[in-house]
């Protein structure tokens, strides 16, 4: 399956990782690296344009089967930020979202549009039956997008996430099922 662009809007649209977004991604983070690395532990790790790269050629280069969606968001024609599917399990059709924005992109909904939109691929494209999103107990913000979107809060799992040598940090994990977004909790589908 090929998708190259998600549109949500005509100034916001997920476009596929591709190996020419490097740059965008280590720009973003270079130039956010407080912001960003308070809840994003690759950051640390990020030291140059080649860093990005690898990562992104990771992701592009994955065989068919194995694909993770990754998608660059895009606001306005710029470089916003990153949202898509990891640790896919294709036998039992479950994955989760991962994301994350630039500050300046921030407390416009930009992100929660991203992943609603994810979520409608997750469960329409990709045949999902359950979608997961985990965040930091403390990253309110992160945590408003699941709450929005009709995710249910499942527990927390303990040090779940390694941020750097010696320190763990624990992880709400909320879920959303297929057969949740028929219900009126949920504020996927819209009619």
């Known amino acids: 399956m090929e998708v190259e662009i998600i549109k949500i809007s005509d100034d916001l649209y997920l476009k596929s990782l591709e190996l020419n977004d490097a740059e965008h991604i280590f720009k973003a983070v270079d130039s956010q690296r407080e912001y960003l690395g308070e809840w994003l532990p690759f950051v640390e790790f990020t030291k140059s344009v080649k860093d990005s790269l690898d990562y992104v050629n990771s992701v592009v280069t994955m065989p068919e089967g194995c694909k993770e969606w990754q998608f660059s968001v895009f606001c306005g024609g710029d470089f916003a930020g990153l949202a898509g599917f990891k640790g896919t399990d294709r036998l039992n059709r479950k994955s ?27 469960f329409s494209e990709l045949g999902l039956n359950r979608i997961q999103i985990k965040c930091a107990p403390e990253n309110v913000k992160s945590n408003k997008i699941p709450q929005r979107l009709g995710f249910h809060l499942e527990g927390i799992e303990r040090e779940s996430e ?30």
């Open 162 to 191: 390694f941020v750097k040598e010696g320190v763990f940090r624990d992880a709400n994990v909320w879920s959303l099922l297929k057969k949740d977004i028929n219900s009126q909790r949920c504020y996927v589908v819209t009619p």
């Open 96 to 122: 989760e979202i991962g994301y994350w924005l630039k500050e300046d992109f921030q407390h416009r909904g930009i992100m929660t549009e991203a992943v609603r939109a994810l979520i409608k691929f997750g």
